[in-house]
């Protein structure tokens, strides 16, 4: 997927956890077959050519595709599964394949807390310690090195993080209205959620809306905190963000 993975699990047997980060390591090198459109030879990259039909493919492309058509129902189609036209559920792959990632292990005999992070994008499950909370830091995207926040699981064992920018890849959100790169006045959207799939595609529908608009949707999302911000600096979030703050 073009991005560093790394995991945490606290508790378990080590046999136990071994053998179940190498199903998990693996599970993500078979997302990346599957679905990566830099491969001519993947199952996203034929069905996009009109070689394969939903129906021969992975039974996970059909799965993937019906998250990324419920993204856009939710976000009035301000996220999308294709880009310039061509099918492309990047944006919703890599949530999905890091919460997936994150749910199998936690799954295994005696772990207590799970911590996944693909390029930046959290799953939480459980929790690292006995009264410790996880905690993920915001990378501030006008201060290289600097934090613009730290969010904190405490009270829950479900948490995903999630940010979508300019910051690390330059402008590559598209505005599905127009199919070119979507110009706000925004820089970078963190999104916190019970689970990383949607928190990174709310980010990056909010992205594309702006600050007004998306900090206006996200604000009614139930189950969403959000931060937002733009290139003048200016730091927006929603209502019950503090909560999450850390």
Known sequence: MGTVFSFDVRGGDPEAVRAALTEAVTGLHRVDEVFSTYREDSEISRLARG????????????????LGEEASRVSDGWFSTSYEGRLDPTGIVKGWAIERAARLLAATAGVTGVSVNGGGDVQLLGVPGTERPWR????????????????????????????????????????????????????????????????DCWATAAFAMGSREGLRWLEALPGVEALLITAGDEVRCTGGLAARLG
Request: net charge negative; proline share 6%.
């Open 51 to 66: 070689e394969l039909t939903v129906e021969e493919c992975d039974p996970d492309v059909a799965a993937v595709l019906a």
């Open 136 to 199: 993920v830091g915001i990378a501030d995207p006008l201060r290289p090195g600097g934090l613009a926040a730290v969010i904190s699981a405490a009270g829950t064992t479900e948490l995903a993080v999630a940010t979508s920018g300019t910051a690390e890849r330059g402008a590559h959100i598209v505005d599905p209205r127009t199919g070119h790169s979507a110009v706000t006045d925004l820089v970078a959207v963190t999104v916190v959620a019970p689970t990383i799939t949607w928190a």
